[in-house]
């Protein structure tokens, strides 16, 4: 899907400004992944609006398909430099990212409050700490028929997406993160395999 995204920064920050992956799975290279996005995400359903919800945590979406890959390495990256002026006000140490959403099913206009997203991890409820619009019209927070808009979410690095979490939008949640973790899992078993046979490759 197309993203329109709003004012892209593309300057780098430092390092520690992102999230990173575990030490077991930094070396998980890249290009060898097939997933589909959807492969990834939880999706919440309240009324006419879905949420769709996935962490762009380097050791996650190396598990795509390279192109879906790229899409979102660069999306991430694009916003670091506003990601780390985030972190510096907040004083937090790093940064769960997530791609988020918001799709309207049926006819009419529906409307949603994209705070209301809450991610329930290791017991405690963590909300986003700053969020960037990504579509036009975001700020509205309405969407019209068969409409989608998307944000990047910041959420405190607390959130540990190798674990079990809940997404949570409005009166649903969703703990589908569990099987889908087994799949993350199983697909980067696969990515070793597949990149053992081709030696020089990152």
Known sequence: MLLVMCALLA???????LQQAPADSSA????????????????VQVGAVQVRVLPLDEQVIRTLSPDSY??????RDSKR??????????????ASLWYVQFYNLE???ARFSPMELVINSAGRPFRAVELFALTSGFGEQRLR???TQAALYIFDPAVDISQPLTIAFETQSSAAWETLLKK??????????????KPGQD
């Open 11 to 17: 300057t780098a920050a430092p390092a520690s400004a």
């Open 28 to 43: 998980l290279p890249a290009g060898f992944g097939t997933l589909r996005q959807d492969d990834i995400a939880v999706k």
């Open 70 to 75: 790229r899409t979102l390495h660069e999306l």
């Open 81 to 94: 430099k506003a990601i780390d002026e985030v972190l510096r006000r907040t004083g937090l140490p790093g």
């Open 107 to 109: 006819q009419g206009e």
């Open 145 to 147: 028929q068969r409409e």
């Open 184 to 197: 993350v899992d199983r697909e980067r078993t696969m990515i070793r395999s597949r990149a053992s046979a």
